[in-house]
């Protein structure tokens, strides 16, 4: 079941504006690069890189959003750096520390019939086959086995995204039934 992560990995990605359109958050400037205004960036998306194909990112922090074109990036090591247009030294990149990128959700690529945003699934109902209600999506991370699924509801369930568990999402009626024991 292959998804595409065009959304965070630790939290709520996806947020609605007061003009209808949804925003998903696809990294964070986490750090500087050098004296020229370059910004380290951590990627949200898989691969990392699929960051540096949007060309306008918008960033907010503090309640404040503002707009910004990407002039260059690249992977750097194991992660990656970009330049923004007007960011030309280091005293303005560091006003953008924290900012978390968001583009709007019309933005991202259709996905398969087989495929799913992970932000798409945060908030979905989760079931059991026997219709146990788990709770609802929370958030999904990775292992380096498989996806997992955080699920909150009476308790916190940790669910792994693998075929044999995950039974059925239907986005259209916000569900997503597990085959799994609800005493875990």
């Not at 007061?18 to 400037?29: F, K, M, N």
């Amino acid at each position: 079941m292959p998804d595409k992560r065009g959304g965070e990995r630790d939290g709520p990605a996806q947020a609605t504006a007061d003009d209808g359109t949804q925003w998903v958050t696809l990294g964070q400037i986490s750090g500087l690069y050098g004296v020229r205004g370059w910004l380290k960036v951590f990627s949200h998306t898989s691969p990392r890189d699929n960051i540096l194909s949007y060309p306008v990112w918008t960033l907010v922090q503090n309640g404040k959003q503002t707009t910004h074109k990407l002039s260059s990036g690249k992977v750097h090591g194991k992660g990656i750096i970009a330049q923004l247009e007007g960011i030309d030294d280091r005293d303005a990149a560091v006003l953008l520390l924290q900012s978390e990128i968001k583009v709007p959700r019309t933005q991202l690529p259709e996905t398969g019939s087989d495929e799913f945003y992970w932000t798409d699934l945060e908030g979905l109902k989760v079931t059991t086959l026997e219709g146990v209600d788990l709770g609802k999506v929370d958030h999904l991370f990775e292992t380096g086995a498989n996806d997992v699924i955080v699920v909150k509801g009476d308790k916190q369930r940790l669910i792994p995204f693998i075929q044999d568990v995950v039974v059925n999402i239907d986005l259209e009626n916000a569900v997503l039934t597990v085959d799994w024991d609800p005493d875990f």
